[in-house]
């Protein structure tokens, strides 16, 4: 099993060790309760087994699980944890021990898959899209009998070749079937048999030394009595001593003393082996010798030639010296020898020496050298890659090259390691994992640049830059996305294993690597499923698509996320980006003709006598604004459009932020994401006045020049301005309303239309909701200077659910000078509509005795959406801190229950900006939590949920007694 713990994954092997929600379950064993943990966590389980097992049964099992899941059968599987009495196994240990192979001997293929090659597929079952629910039958390439035994004969260095046959049933899965179940998962068998046996035969071998070792210390080994061994001390040697051949044969007779052991068993064949005791000699014995030796040379050379008896000393494997027979050697008259040792030159043999060991290291290192600085371009080349993407002129096919040829080296180190035999060093395996992960990045890496090129294609093409075959592009992006996110999952995956062997900061960089691929996946998946209305905004068939666009100011906070001091008409038709136009909003309210009558609290609060286009984001529900606004635009200006747009400056701001600082040249200035506000402000606000098309000219000439440099970005500033807008969508400061049934459900799907979202679940289980809904009415912009944060308490008893949260502000406007002031703010608090409210009250922050409770006319409580709407006024003054305090329950009955689910789901407001939100769940005594989502503290006995507001946060708690 696989807890996912944000930056780590951590291994479990009991379920009751796990505390977390899971991601993935990986079941070897076809285990009830590890499904049914699966199933209750919504994790992917992935099952596997091996042909030998009932794997049918478990089948039929799975589909009655109501889990998603996939099973995997492996055909062939083998390395190491196989059983060992598995074909393959019984015929690697007889190679080993030099045994007849039990082969069949009709030279049979059979379908052999290396475990690495199974590891593979488990992971792609797991993380390829459309997987759910399938069985994955997986066997590798056919293998001949005769090759197997060859392969075997020459890895294992066998001396005997017999094939004595195999008598048990052989499985083989067909052909068709293994190459449909390669063709789905995208994948064909990567090791042969010669490569992905080595490992096994490693294994077998030491399996077979340790077992001789523990052979041989059982045993007790009688050994034969051992001769004396002779010692010989030379004495250091001031000078060269010469002596003659003869005369040193002589000394020799002379002093050596024979000793011939007595043994009892067999004294006669001893006295063929006499064993020598040498004397040692003194430096000055050997001086007289070769001055007695001198005098006799003449003599020497003149005598005639004779035959003479030597002795032949050998010395035997115990350092004793024997004379091993006497034989007749016949000298010829030659120069006598004159040394008893001739000089050597040390030097030269110690450079020489040197010399060869030199050489032999320096021929191990080139390949170690090499490794490494494969290893090293390969890192470059992977973490170049945002550069080369960058680049506007790169070619897309020299990028491909310089990444399969990345891969295709760190392959062939891969496959020197295996061939040198380095990877049964931990080092060295550790080195391979490395390897292996470089790899697949670079893999990863190459699949970008197709998606990217694709993706860069249409963006010309919706620019203007190039045609485009739509159909044909979105189905060829679709695919390319979904290869892209099951490389990234496969990446991640091995990124989840051990890497306590690398160093901290390598450590943290994978880390973060996971983090990034688990985004990225995300991202994936949502580009796949936004392509699904993609068409349909771009008018690709249905003609001219115009929207709304509206400009909020979220200084100024309102309900879809701030003032509307502008608006613009986005045109696209045919896949093209037409035309946006910016428009003063007063412009518009000006054609209004009639009145329209506003909501009570913008008549009695904000003291407007008629309802306009400027203030008709009201409503809570983004599609409900989005009808309200187009009703107006249709009074006003007489215009239609197919949705609307709601963009806050917190999104525009992000745009620039990937632009980069942009020059209005008609205003001379520079806006950038840092200083946005304060230019919008100066030239919208400070002055404007009746009949003024000041804020048109300067956020329309803006508009137009963001446009322009949006269309220049290429390359990885294209991507990062698609995550940038994403980012905003799932924040909800960008959020889109469309009027085509279809795409609208889609968007719908994706959390990207701002409706209420509509929390449930099923069982023992409480389903939450907190949606807090602000709008500024003081004609000022007071949220610039206001600071609040979130506090959510849950208390969990046998018969109710308990819920106080505080909102914290605190204003640090100086004065009441334009643009600070009070906040003066009608807050929408929805809740679950069956709760009991029990109070609202507002205190001081540095006083809670000055607590105020709202008296129920000073509420406004309604049904909305199916959430119970909690209305009022509260005011925040200028440098003081108020605290608003909600409470309310709902009955639960958990007498004679085992288990409880709490699921909160609380939704952030566009505009809200940098908000902290602080969750607290108690819990009954006697239970305790069995799972958590996201990551909690415990204190005392309670769970602490600490997070940033800035997008929907989820918080599920689960608890047994």
Known sequence: MIEDKRDKWEERGDLNEVEDKLSYVFDFKGERKVWDKAGDDGAKLVVILSNFDDWQETEEALKNSGTNWRLVVGWGVYGLG?????????VVREAVRNESLSLPQENRALRLLAIDDFIEVVLRACFLSGTEGEVFEVAGEEVRSEKIAEILVSEAKMTKVELKGYKGEINNLDKVRAEAVWSKLRWKPEFEFKDGVKELLQYYFSRMDEENRTLK?????????????????????????????????????????????????????????????????????????????????????????????????????????????????????????????????????????????????????VGPVKWVWVTKRAVDVATGFPGLVNAAKQDENEMVKDLEESVIKV?????????????????????????RVVADLLDLEKESVRVLRLGENMAEGVMGEGEVEWESSIGELEKELTILESKAGILQARLGGDWNWLSRDWRQKLSKGMIVLEELRGYLGTGKRSLAFLPEILGVNNGRKEYLMLFQNEMELRPSGGFIGSYGILTFEGGKLINLEIKDIYAADGQLKGH????????????????????????????????????????????????????????????????????????????????????????SENQFFPGSNQKESFLGTLGK??????????????????????????????????????????????????????NSCEGDCLADYLYIVEANLGVNKANYFLYRNIEQLVEISLGAVSRVVKINYENTAKNSNWPGGDYKNYMRVYLPKDVNLSQ????????????????????????????????????????KKRVVEIRYTSNIDLSNKNKFSYMNYIQRQPGYGQTGFVALVNYPEGWGPAQVQPVASVINNKLLFNQKLEKDIKIGVEIIK
Do not use: C, H
């Open 82 to 90: 196989m059983r060992d009495d598995d074909l393959i196994a019984k």
């Open 217 to 365: 210390k059982s045993l007790k080994i009688k050994k034969n009595k051992v001769l004396p061994k002779f010692e010989v001390e030379v004495e250091e040697v001031e000078e060269v001593v010469e002596v003659e051949e003869e005369e040193v044969l002589e000394k020799v007779k002379e002093e050596v003393e024979v000793v011939v052991p007595k043994e009892p068993e067999e004294p006669e064949e001893m006295e063929e082996l006499v064993p020598l005791k040498i004397w040692k000699k003194n430096k000055e014995e050997l001086i007289r010798l070769q001055q007695a030796e001198l005098t006799k040379e003449k003599e020497e050379e003149e005598k005639p030639e004779e035959e003479e008896v030597v002795e032949e000393v050998e010395e035997n494997d115990v350092g004793v010296v024997e004379i091993k027979e006497i034989k007749e050697v016949k000298l010829e008259k030659s120069k006598p020898m004159r040394r008893l040792r001739k000089k050597v030159d040390w030097m030269g043999m110690k450079i020489y020496g040197i010399f060869l060991v030199a050489i032999l290291l320096l021929l191990m290192l």
């Open 705 to 758: 020049q963001l446009y322009e440099d949006i269309k220049a970005l290429k390359g990885m500033k294209r991507v990062e301005l698609i995550k940038a807008m994403v980012d905003m969508l799932e924040s909800n400061d960008i959020q889109i309303a469309l009027n085509d049934k279809n795409a609208g459900m889609e968007v719908a799907r994706l959390g990207w239309d701002g409706s209420l979202f509509n």
């Open 596 to 683: 329209v009558e506003p909501p009570w609290e913008i008549r009695d609060i904000l003291g407007e006598g008629g309802w306009y286009m400027r203030d008709a984001n009201w409503r809570a529900s983004f599609p409900v604004v989005a009808a309200d606004l187009q009703w107006f635009l249709e009074k006003e200006t007489g215009r239609k459009v197919d949705g609307v747009i709601g963009v806050d400056l917190a999104s525009v701001g992000e745009i620039l932020g990937v632009t980069g600082e942009i020059y209005v040249p008609d205003f001379k200035e520079k806006v950038g994401k840092d200083n946005l506000y304060e230019q919008a402000e100066f030239y």
């Open 411 to 435: 392959r062939e180190t891969q496959e020197s390691l295996d061939a040198w035999g380095l990877k049964k060093l931990a080092i060295f395996r550790n080195f391979d994992s490395g390897l």
């Open 840 to 879: 609202v009250s507002i205190y001081d922050g540095n006083d809670p005795s000055s607590k105020k409770i709202y008296m129920p006319n000073e509420l406004k409580i309604a049904q909305v959406a199916g959430k119970k709407e909690v209305g009022f006024l509260m005011t925040v003054p200028v440098t």
